[in-house]
């Protein structure tokens, strides 16, 4: 199986007029079909600089870089972007800031608008397709912003934090609905957070980094049950909370070995 994502020993160096300063080292990952990934680590070791290299906006000082098996070089549409910040334009419609991904790439036709209706339609929007992102609550830019990156229909989706500005109950809800609506397009991701319960009732795999310069630390598998139930539930299965104790104790340590 030809993985969607292969890292072979990345390493980036930031270079600015005053230091150069190596972020991530050594990053050897894979990703499979369908697989749904979380980066976690401490605050600065390298996952947006992982994700932005994996999305072809940064090109790593050191390493090769695949998607399907082609090399990256540069910005692909088989690749998505979510942020935490949703960056919807506030003079544009939720429908037009919707389509945007579709004009910009020219494939904006009568039948990729029904699906962006539709889209929108099963994202609970259907009623908000002409109001503009200022009515709409932060949960809901959210899942205009994930209706943008899917409209274009790409394979792999990279989501950097984006849930961490919604209110607690909005993003239990917002993992559910990104979960099942990837799981069933047959979708691969990376997500990056940091709450570790997320990564885990989220994801197949979770991959802690540390830092200074960011690399992976460790790999863990998570458990079946906990994968095949819905985010909200998988907090409920069992082993749910020695998996989150295991990771949680291994952060400890990086935060410590961190601040040394
Ligand atoms: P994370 O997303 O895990 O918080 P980042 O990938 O944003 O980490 O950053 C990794 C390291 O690279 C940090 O030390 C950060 O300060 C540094 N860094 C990130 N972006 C830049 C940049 N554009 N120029 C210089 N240093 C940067
Ligand atoms: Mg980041």
């Given at each position: ?32 079909p369908?697989e ?21 906006l ?13 090399s ?9 972007y ?39 339609k ?15 609550s ?27 500005a ?48 960011g ?12 994968r ?33």
């Open positions: 199986m030809v993985p969607v994502v292969e890292l072979n020993d990345i390493a980036h160096v930031y270079v600015t007029d005053r230091e150069a300063s190596l972020a991530v080292e050594g990053i050897q990952l894979k990703v499979d369908g749904f990934i979380s980066l976690v680590g401490p605050s600065g070791c390298g996952k947006t600089t992982i994700l932005s290299i994996i999305a072809g940064l090109a790593p000082s050191k390493g090769t870089v695949s998607l399907n098996g082609k990256v070089n540069g910005p692909s549409s088989e690749v998505g979510m942020l935490q910040q949703d960056y919807l334009f506030p003079w544009r419609t939720i429908m037009d800031n919707a389509l945007i991904g579709l004009e910009l790439t020219e494939r904006l036709s009568p039948e990729s608008r029904s699906v962006v209706e539709n889209l929108l099963e994202m609970g929007l259907g009623e908000s397709e002409s109001l503009y992102p200022s009515q709409l932060g949960g809901m830019r959210q899942r205009v912003a994930l209706v943008r990156t899917l409209a274009t229909d790409p394979g792999l989706l990279l989501l950097d934090e984006p849930f961490s919604l209110d607690y109950q909005t993003k239990l809800q917002l993992e559910d609905l990104i979960v099942e609506t990837l799981k069933e397009r047959g979708k691969t991701a990376i997500l990056v957070t940091h709450d570790l319960s997320e990564a885990i009732a989220m994801s197949d795999r979770v991959i802690l980094l540390n830092r200074n310069p690399r992976v630390h460790r790999l863990f598998d998570i458990p079946g049950n906990i095949a139930a819905q985010p909200f539930y998988a907090r409920k299965e069992p082993g749910f909370n020695e998996l989150f104790h295991e990771i949680w104790e291994e952060m400890q340590a990086i935060g410590k070995e961190g601040s040394q």
